[in-house]
């Protein structure tokens, strides 16, 4: 565990029963045009509808730039991002998943003509925010809208790849459950083991530290309690809220502690089989906590303590306490019927040394896992899921 640690957060958050209202007092304290990013789903969904709505209401003018691919390259997002330099805007609104909100903080600080998402890739640093940014999440999953990350495929390389610059915190967050009640069930299981993975693994980082086990854990607790019955219950919007707060508090610990093996080794599932973050996440989630145990028992035992320990459960042992947290990993993987195979996905055995060597590559998330992954290990993990 780290002995000096760091917390950054948006600069404010609205949550609650008509949180989106407050998009009115958000953009009358913008100068200039508001850009909306979204993607067609999200349009088609008609969630764009009130957002719009009440930028109408607050007079002020906007665009829409609603062409985003799902989970972009680099190319992809520049392309965007060239669009939007055109729209001379004064707020940044982001209404969609991951992906939307990750450009779109890209935009934040490519206003400039300076330097190229191509640039960031090579420096991170060299970002500066440019445009202020309004982060409002339709998905439960990613909590993009607490970052300083953004992801993006490189195609050169198959491999999804993390810009991560403070300045891409998001200056507000609006978390409306209006948002994400119609989420379709698949999308919900998906997305929501993604913010189950991002608790889990910030929990047991070597990073980890009292701010991110703070938000890890209760976001653990969250979503152990919730998921299952959001993705289940289309009227279950007490359930589908907690997520929603779930998924943004699992975004504070990436921000303060940082994912591990499971974020590291699913980043080329992503970017050469464009198999789904949340779904990718998914099928490691439960190998790599099998294979971290050893190392992460007392993490997994204190959090049995935390989250099922004053709710009636029998005394166990700590090694009962860590199976017993892998074991409801697991059962909610099942539950949600994710793909559990990476042959649905059309990978075999000989891909098994580029996913390794891929896999491998991601150091900066690798040097979290608090059990050291070699090659070998990683072939066996991906071995586990063929």
């Known amino acids: 565990m780290l002995t000096q640690y760091t917390l950054k957060m948006p600069h404010v958050v609205y949550s609650g029963e008509g949180a989106l209202d407050h998009i009115k007092e958000i953009a009358g304290t913008c100068a200039g045009k508001a850009v909306v990013f979204s993607d067609k789903g999200i349009m088609a969904a008609g969630l764009l509808e009130k ?33 939007f330099k055109a729209e001379k805007a004064g707020l940044i609104i982001a209404v969609g998943g991951g992906s939307v909100m990750d450009i779109a903080k890209l935009a934040s600080v490519l206003a400039t003509d300076a330097y190229t998402v191509r640039d960031l890739l090579d420096d991170p640093c060299l970002a500066k925010k440019c445009v ?11 909590g993009s809208e607490a970052t300083p990350n953004s992801i993006v495929a490189v195609p050169e390389k198959e491999l999804k790849v993390g810009i991560v610059n403070d300045a ?47 938000f890890a854990l209760e976001a653990l607790d969250l979503i ?35 994912t591990t093996a499971v974020h590291a080794l699913s980043y080329p599932l992503g970017g050469k089989y464009h198999i789904p973050h949340g779904v990718s996440n998914a099928m490691l989630l439960v190998p790599v906590m099998k294979f971290n145990e050893p190392a992460c ?6 959090a049995y303590d935390r989250i099922a320990g004053g709710k009636g459960m029998p005394q166990r042992t700590p090694e009962e306490k860590s199976a017993w947290i892998i074991r409801r990993l ?6 949600l019927e994710i793909p559990s195979s990476l042959r649905e996905y059309g990978v075999g055995d000989q891909d098994l040394d580029a996913l390794v060597e891929a896999g491998m590559d991601v150091k900066r998330l690798l040097v979290n896992n608090m059990r050291e992954v070699t090659p070998e290990d990683a072939r066996k993990l991906y071995m586990e899921i063929m």
């Open 132 to 142: 202020p940014t309004l982060m409002i999440p339709t998905t439960a999953g990613t």
């Open 168 to 214: 891409m915190i998001a200056d507000y967050v609006i978390l409306d459950g209006e948002m994400i009640k119609n989420l379709p069930r698949k999308i919900a299981a998906a997305t929501g083991v993604d913010a189950l993975a991002h608790a889990i693994e910030c929990y047991t980082s070597n990073k980890a530290n009292p701010f991110s086990d703070t």
């Open 51 to 83: 957002p719009l709505s009440l930028l109408k209401e607050a007079g002020v003018g906007y665009s829409v730039l609603d062409g985003l691919p799902a989970e972009p390259d680099c190319e992809e997002a520049q392309k965007v991002i060239d669009a």
């Open 297 to 302: 028992r007392d993490r997994f035992a204190a």
């Open 224 to 258: 152990l309690t919730n998921i299952e019955r959001a993705c289940d219950d289309p009227d279950a919007l007490d359930a589908k809220n907690a997520m929603l707060i779930a998924a943004f508090y699992a975004g504070a610990a990436i921000t303060a502690s940082g």
């Open 330 to 335: 697991d059962e909610i993987v099942t539950h």
